[in-house]
């Protein structure tokens, strides 16, 4: 869910600079957007109208990149790294190392965006001595209209950005809330909660309103606070504990020096779809996915040997590193991260998929002792 949709956030976008340590990418799909609204423009003005709207949104850009910054900024004070924001046509992202769960800190973090927000849009409302009302919009041309759009799209960003819902930073500060009278846990259920029902209301809204957009914003939604309130709920369940209590420790590993044809062969004799490769030691080199194996099959034949193949950026950590550690790892994307020995030897590795199993497991066990109190506690029931 958030691990394949911060994968491909990654995948699918490229760097164009780096400030400080955090490096600014570009999702195409923002791209595909400009692109979009330029041929629009064209067919309805001409090339004026299509440089003005592609100005318009790379300036718009800006602003959201500046945004961003505010969120970068405020999470360095807490000591939380920030190694990169990508822009995504409904905005930026920007991957924090971790997410404090201080309420305090959450607060200042989430709220530090849309300030910024709201310190470009009242200087641009300043700078035009006034907002013009919304029917002038189209009367105005020039430079000015230029200025007059962008006051109006800072402020809807600054609205949108306080929707009560996870992933916009209304969902955070309203969880920061929730988490100082509820905890972290508990706060992230109700704030989830809160806003799968306004996702719902939106999605009703755009149904009505025949708006697509809308309808796509309110599904992503959706599954955004899904996806934020299982992370918290994997943290609260493996928190404190070493990574060998969570690791696969049946498995069938493969030799770096082997070719890829015992790895096809291996694919169809086990029910793994991904390999820990290990050198003559036993220490783990890289990670080979049935991905991998085709691939080198159409690509290089099955004669190339497995290290040519695998993907060798797999982080390891000490079989007694904490959960709390290793879950930010695959959250961040790692395709799996492998458990080692004293001596380096490889024990286990851990994936997402295992762990959305151990999640699956305990909401299970969760829900028969909840069954069980309301048996033994008749009188509760209405
Ligand atoms: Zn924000």
Known sequence: MSHAATAMGRRWSFSI????????????????LLLWFGVVGWFAGGLAAAANT????????????LHEFGHIFAARHFGVRTPEVVLLPIGGVSRLERIPEEPQAEFVIAIAGPAVTLVIALALIVLLGGL????????????????????????VLFVFNLLPAFPMDGGRVLRAGLSHWFGHRQGT??????GQAMAFV?????????????????????????????IVELRGITSGRPANESMITRFVSLDGGERVS???????????TEFPVVDGHGRLIGLLTRDGIIRALVEDGPDTPIARAMDSDIPTVSRWTHMDDVVPLLAGGAKAVGVTSDDGRCLGYITWENLMEELLISRALDRRAEARSRESAPGRRL
């Open 17 to 32: 600079g780096e400030v400080r340590g955090t490096s600014v990418r570009i999702h195409f799909t923002f791209l595909l």
């Open 54 to 65: 592609v100005t318009f949104l790379a300036l718009l850009f800006l602003c959201v990149v």
């Open 132 to 155: 013009p009302p919304p029917d002038e919009l189209i009367e105005i041309t020039g430079p000015r209209s230029l200025i007059v759009q962008l006051a109006y799209a800072n402020v």
């Open 189 to 194: 259920r109700i704030a989830a909660g809160i």
């Open 202 to 230: 939106l999605g009703l809204a755009g149904v009505f309103s025949e708006n697509i957009i809308l309808v796509l914003i309110a599904v992503f939604i959706y599954f955004a606070a899904g996806s934020e309130r299982g």
């Open 262 to 272: 015992k790895a096809a062969d291996a694919l169809i004799r086990t029910e793994q």
